[in-house]
């Protein structure tokens, strides 16, 4: 090919060698003949890749009208979205434990000492959900609060007494949007087995889903021996997601019960975010008790992106909020290109 391309070259500055060619002559035409060949060269290569490019996207085009359309067109959407998306500077948490994961591009945006193994107080009603939904029980079954329901723990209040009856999808109501710790023992108790059943099916799906730093020993998180980490709450939280009464019962923002002597309860969401008309959540789970200081999971829509985000070990009664609106700041703010930020 080159000895083909260098005989066009001659040809057609109509360089012929003769005989007694004087030296300087003949050198100063070898020069001119290399950097015209050379020139040709680079000409010919950006002629092949720009065909090249063009026969690419030829097939992409074919790939979406003939094969899947809506799933390549889909993809090309996601890979030009997560390039666009790359946020590089840090967001301000006061959290000890964070993680913004991009559910989108399946990595983490921050990650703060994710891999640290810590309480999770009632984020664990997520997983005793969860369990509870899997057995399929009978939704509008009549349960009530006993004696064993009682805390004996940390000593918490709640307004649901002794004797109090619900059915069951009112009991997961308030065990989830407004943390009720005797609704989550209720549940329990009532799955198939009891409440040590419950707790080892709550275990078994954590292992199930490649929770390996997660331990349950019961299902409301008063006990501290309930710990994860936000790696692993990551994967709890996408799970939860999938379970359409999850997603309805954390997201409500108010529930009114009829309770004894018919006397109405208004029970509220202890996330307030869920009020919040800028923010579209699809699973939101408070939880605090001293050892596990105030934690906050959520999982929402944030600039068209779907994300999961993880706040643990939060000191004051507004940190846990006010850092899920820093993330929801930063990114809706951010369009420059960079690397995942980490601190811890």
């Known amino acids: ?58 097939r992409v085009h074919q790939q979406i009208s003939e094969s899947a359309p809506d799933r390549v067109a889909d993809k090309i959407d996601t890979e030009l979205s997560t390039a666009a998306f790359q946020p590089a500077s840090s967001p301000k948490l006061a959290s000890s434990i964070a ?36 057995a399929e029980p009978d939704l509008s079954e009549a349960l009530s609060v006993a004696e064993a329901d009682l805390d004996s723990l940390k000593g918490t209040h709640s307004r649901l007494g002794v004797g109090t009856t619900f059915i069951r999808s009112e009991m997961l109501k308030l065990a989830l949007m407004s943390s009720e710790n005797r609704a989550a023992s209720v549940l329990a108790r009532n799955y198939p087995g009891g409440t040590a059943a419950a707790v080892a099916a709550m275990n078994a799906k954590a292992r199930k889903l490649g929770m390996l730093h997660t331990t349950f020993r019961d299902p409301t998180g008063l006990n501290s021996e309930n710990v994860s980490t936000a790696r692993d709450l990551v994967k709890m939280v996408a799970a939860a997601r999938n379970y359409k009464l999850i997603h309805q019962y954390t997201t409500t923002a108010t529930h009114s019960v009829e309770g004894s002597r018919g006397r109405e309860l208004t029970f509220n969401n202890t996330n307030p975010l869920v009020k919040n008309a800028s923010w579209e959540i699809g699973v939101s789970k408070t939880g605090f008790i001293n ?3 105030r934690c906050l999971v959520m999982q929402a829509q944030i600039r068209q992106r779907p994300v999961i985000i ?31 930020a980490h601190r811890g």
């Open 99 to 134: 993680l913004i994961y991009d559910e989108q591009t399946q990595r983490p945006l921050y990650t703060k000492n994710p891999d640290a193994v810590a309480p999770i107080a009632s984020i664990t009603k997520l997983m005793t959900a969860m369990v509870v939904l899997d």
């Open 291 to 293: 050892e596990a200081g």
């Open 310 to 340: 993880v706040l643990l070990d939060s000191v004051g009664k507004s940190t846990r909020i006010g850092d899920a609106n820093r993330v929801k700041k930063w990114i809706e703010s951010t369009n420059t290109h960079g690397r995942v």
């Open 1 to 58: 090919m080159k000895k083909i391309l260098l005989l066009c070259v001659l040809a057609g500055y109509g360089v012929v060698a003769q005989a007694g060619e004087s030296k300087p002559e003949g050198e100063h035409r070898k020069h001119h003949v290399r950097h015209h060949v050379r020139l040709v060269a680079v000409h010919h290569a950006r002629h092949h890749v720009k065909h090249t490019a063009l026969h690419h996207v030829a």
